[in-house]
């Protein structure tokens, strides 16, 4: 700014006006203007300018981020950040940037550096090796610091907390371990089919409560006899709440971390809104663990997790109560509506292709037969089954984005640079989807993982990781602790209900109605309710459903029935 030529220009037209001879008053204006523009455009431009250069890393800075990967380029200050926050075209960009910047490329959200991992050898060299330093989360203010007041696993960076947190939940959901819950499957499992026999129409909200019971049931030792129970229902609204401020992109102040350090007026008042969720979640979870701590005490605890839990004496391993209490209510949270996003993928698929109906059904009736149900023992000799499974899982991976890790040390592969602090993504469309590796990807087609005989947990450190089945656990150090679990729900029910119902297209007066495949909005992949017929084989598939649960129903206390 002149002020010299500003008074100038002033007093000139002053006089000229006096004059009577003023005959260009836009002389004014622009001095004016002058000054307005360096007030408030070229200062503070100046200054957000050096703010973003001072705060974000940059070339200038760091000569080594020109050996950055290759990737697409994004807008300034924003970067990529407009193709990454739609999720439901994410997959479609995550197969067209591998194709055509590699498999390990690069993309930008404000100051972040995301670092797509999207050939199973990057996953394998980067995730699995190197998982020491690979094996973090990003900051996310919202999510993790104060909706969680930093006590989820799932968002809680690498360190110390986390490895005990970690080594946990390895411990109480190891293969071994995992075994012990198979009668808590066994049991909802049988209530499935029976709430599928008598109401098929809400065959949704049966595999949510199967998948709410059994985590529930593993974690607390409560039982979950019904959909419009209040345990199960106070649970989702926690398990709800995390969906809606974890999904990527969903709050500014998690993409751009640094922004917490501005008025949150600004920015959706994200704090006040954080701290009103860990208000409603956290006296749920205390509520439970204290609960548990007096079962235990007065021995009516009964055999779960949370009690195993407490009896390794979490405070000497240096853990508060609250940190112990968010330990079971996150495995509830990270096991419920998966599985049951699953079990629905599986109907949905199942409804819309026929014959794989109809070749699931052969097997069962070769193996199995029509005298008895599938059990535990049948899962060896079942081995188009084991291949649906993959196949949901390759074809539907739990989430529309791909698995966020992040790394703690700067590191160098095959010549690029992966600086520390980068978001690396596990990008399971692109793998997933690989048509090198899997002909007609798009495709549901099972028999594709005909010969692969393990279960998913065998296949995760598979010596060539180009024979691992798929990447929908997740990788390295943060693998999905719960894989046995869930391999075993999803064994258990995709068997017995493709044993006991033939799954087929409604039909509304004489019209087939074909589900449209769509998923619910937000961030993970959970199928749009939709219609399906649900029917029973036969008389006698009807007569063994009934008799297995009521046999199960008479063992339970009577809060536990279903009736
Ligand atoms: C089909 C069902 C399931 C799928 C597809 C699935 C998938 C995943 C994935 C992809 C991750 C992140 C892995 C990574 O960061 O690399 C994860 C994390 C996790 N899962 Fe699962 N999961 C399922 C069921 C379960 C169940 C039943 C449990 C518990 C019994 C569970 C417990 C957890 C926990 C505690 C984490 C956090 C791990 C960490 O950050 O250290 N999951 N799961």
Same mark, same amino acid.
């Given at each position: 700014? !002149?002020?010299?030529?500003? $008074?100038?220009?002033?007093?000139?037209?002053?006089?000229?006006?006096?004059?009577?001879?003023?005959?260009?008053?836009?002389?004014?204006?622009?001095? @004016?203007?002058?000054?307005?523009?360096?007030?408030?455009?070229?200062?503070?431009?100046?200054?957000?300018?050096?703010? =973003?250069?001072?705060?974000?890393?940059?070339?200038?800075?760091?000569?080594?981020?020109?050996?950055?990967?290759?990737?697409?380029?994004?807008?300034?200050?924003?970067?990529?950040?407009? @193709?990454?926050? @739609?999720?439901?075209?994410?997959?479609? +960009?995550?197969?067209?940037?591998?194709?055509?910047? %590699?498999?390990?490329?690069?993309?930008?959200?404000?100051? $972040?550096?995301?670092?797509?991992?999207?050939?199973?050898?990057?996953?394998?060299?980067?995730?699995? +090796?190197?998982?020491?330093? #690979?094996?973090?989360?990003?900051?996310?203010?919202?999510?993790?610091?104060?909706?969680?007041? %930093?006590?989820?696993? *799932?968002?809680?960076?690498?360190?110390?907390?986390?490895?005990?947190?970690?080594?946990?939940?390895?411990?109480?959901?190891?293969?071994?371990?995992?075994?012990?819950?198979?009668?808590?499957?066994?049991?909802? &499992?049988?209530?499935?089919? #029976?709430?599928? *026999?008598?109401?098929?129409?809400?065959?949704?909200?049966?595999?949510?409560?199967? &998948? $709410?019971?059994?985590?529930?049931?593993?974690? =607390?030792?409560?039982?979950?006899?019904?959909?419009?129970?209040?345990? $199960?229902?106070?649970?989702? +609204?926690?398990?709800?709440?995390?969906?809606?401020?974890?999904?990527?992109?969903?709050?500014?102040?998690?993409?751009?971390? &640094?922004?917490?350090?501005?008025?949150?007026?600004?920015?959706?008042?994200?704090?006040?809104?954080?701290?009103?969720?860990?208000?409603?979640?956290?006296?749920?979870?205390?509520?439970?663990?204290?609960?548990?701590? +007096?079962?235990?005490?007065?021995?009516?605890?009964?055999?779960?997790?949370?009690?195993?839990?407490?009896?390794?004496?979490?405070?000497?391993?240096?853990?508060?109560?609250?940190?112990?209490? #968010?330990?079971?209510?996150?495995?509830?949270?990270?096991?419920?509506?998966?599985?049951?996003?699953?079990?629905?993928?599986?109907?949905?698929?199942?409804?819309?292709?026929?014959?794989?109906?109809?070749? %699931?059904?052969?097997?069962?009736?070769?193996?199995?037969?029509?005298?008895? =149900?599938?059990?535990?023992?049948?899962?060896? !000799?079942?081995?188009?089954?084991?291949?649906?499974?993959?196949?949901?899982?390759?074809?539907?991976?739990?989430?529309?984005?791909?698995?966020?890790?992040?790394?703690?040390?700067?590191?160098?592969?095959?010549?690029?640079?992966?600086?520390? %602090?980068?978001?690396?993504?596990? !990008?399971?469309?692109?793998?997933?989807?690989?048509?090198?590796?899997?002909?007609?990807? #798009?495709?549901?087609?099972?028999?594709?993982?005909?010969?692969?005989?393990?279960?998913?947990?065998?296949?995760?450190?598979?010596?060539?990781?180009?024979?691992?089945?798929?990447?929908?656990?997740?990788?390295?150090?943060?693998?999905?602790?719960?894989?046995?679990?869930?391999?075993?729900? *999803?064994?258990?029910?995709?068997?017995?209900?493709?044993?006991?119902?033939?799954?087929?297209?409604?039909?509304?007066?004489?019209?087939?109605?074909?589900?449209?495949?769509?998923?619910?909005?937000?961030?993970?992949?959970?199928?749009?309710?939709?219609?399906?017929?649900?029917?029973?084989?036969?008389?006698?598939?009807?007569?063994?459903?009934?008799?297995?649960?009521?046999?199960?129903?008479?063992?339970?206390?009577?809060?536990?029935?279903?009736?």
């Amino acid at each position: 700014m !002149n002020p010299a030529r500003v $008074a100038s220009t002033s007093d000139s037209s002053t006089t000229l006006w006096k004059l009577g001879q003023y005959q260009n008053p836009i002389a004014v204006t622009f001095g @004016d203007l002058d000054l307005l523009l360096c007030c408030f455009v070229i200062a503070p431009s100046t200054l957000i300018l050096a703010f =973003y250069f001072w705060t974000t890393p940059n070339v200038l800075k760091d000569r080594r981020r020109w050996h950055l990967p290759p990737g697409p380029p994004g807008l300034p200050f924003i970067g990529n950040i407009l @193709d990454l926050s @739609d999720g439901e075209r994410m997959r479609e +960009k995550a197969l067209a940037w591998t194709k055509k910047y %590699g498999h390990v490329f690069h993309t930008k959200v404000g100051g $972040a550096d995301y670092i797509w991992l999207s050939s199973p050898k990057a996953v394998r060299d980067l995730m699995d +090796k190197k998982s020491a330093i #690979y094996s973090s989360r990003p900051p996310a203010p919202l999510a993790g610091d104060v909706a969680s007041a %930093g006590r989820r696993q *799932l968002f809680m960076a690498y360190g110390p907390r986390y490895r005990t947190v970690r080594k946990i939940s390895h411990a109480l959901l190891n293969i071994t371990q995992s075994t012990k819950y198979q009668p808590v499957q066994d049991l909802e &499992s049988k209530q499935l089919l #029976y709430d599928l *026999l008598h109401d098929p129409e809400h065959f949704y909200d049966h595999n949510r409560r199967y &998948s $709410a019971g059994v985590i529930i049931s593993i974690t =607390y030792g409560h039982r979950i006899p019904n959909w419009d129970n209040a345990l $199960a229902r106070s649970v989702y +609204k926690v398990v709800n709440n995390m969906q809606n401020y974890a999904s990527p992109g969903a709050w500014m102040v998690d993409t751009f971390p &640094s922004l917490q350090n501005f008025p949150e007026i600004f920015f959706g008042n994200w704090r006040t809104f954080g701290k009103k969720c860990f208000e409603h979640d956290s006296p749920i979870y205390l509520g439970l663990w204290g609960n548990l701590k +007096k079962e235990v005490d007065t021995g009516k605890a009964k055999d779960c997790f949370c009690k195993d839990f407490y009896e390794s004496n979490p405070e000497k391993q240096g853990l508060d109560t609250l940190q112990a209490a #968010y330990q079971c209510g996150g495995l509830v949270e990270a096991g419920s509506e998966t599985t049951s996003a699953f079990l629905n993928t599986f109907l949905l698929f199942a409804t819309i292709h026929p014959e794989v109906v109809q070749n %699931g059904q052969e097997e069962l009736d070769r193996v199995v037969g029509s005298e008895r =149900y599938p059990t535990w023992e049948d899962a060896p !000799n079942l081995p188009y089954i084991r291949a649906i499974i993959k196949e949901l899982l390759r074809i539907r991976p739990p989430n529309k984005i791909g698995m966020q890790h992040s790394t703690t040390e700067d590191d160098w592969y095959e010549g690029m640079f992966i600086p520390k %602090g980068s978001l690396v993504m596990l !990008n399971w469309w692109a793998i997933n989807y690989d048509p090198e590796r899997w002909e007609s990807p #798009y495709e549901f087609k099972p028999e594709r993982y005909l010969g692969y005989d393990l279960p998913a947990a065998a296949y995760l450190n598979v010596a060539d990781p180009n024979q691992r089945d798929h990447v929908s656990y997740g990788a390295g150090r943060r693998v999905c602790p719960g894989i046995h679990v869930a391999e075993n729900s *999803l064994y258990l029910n995709i068997s017995r209900i493709l044993w006991g119902f033939n799954i087929k297209k409604k039909q509304v007066n004489g019209k087939e109605i074909t589900p449209s495949g769509d998923m619910v909005p937000g961030w993970m992949c959970i199928p749009q309710p939709f219609e399906c017929a649900i029917e029973v084989r036969s008389a006698k598939h009807a007569k063994i459903i009934e008799c297995i649960w009521a046999e199960a129903e008479a063992e339970l206390e009577p809060e536990e029935k279903l009736s």
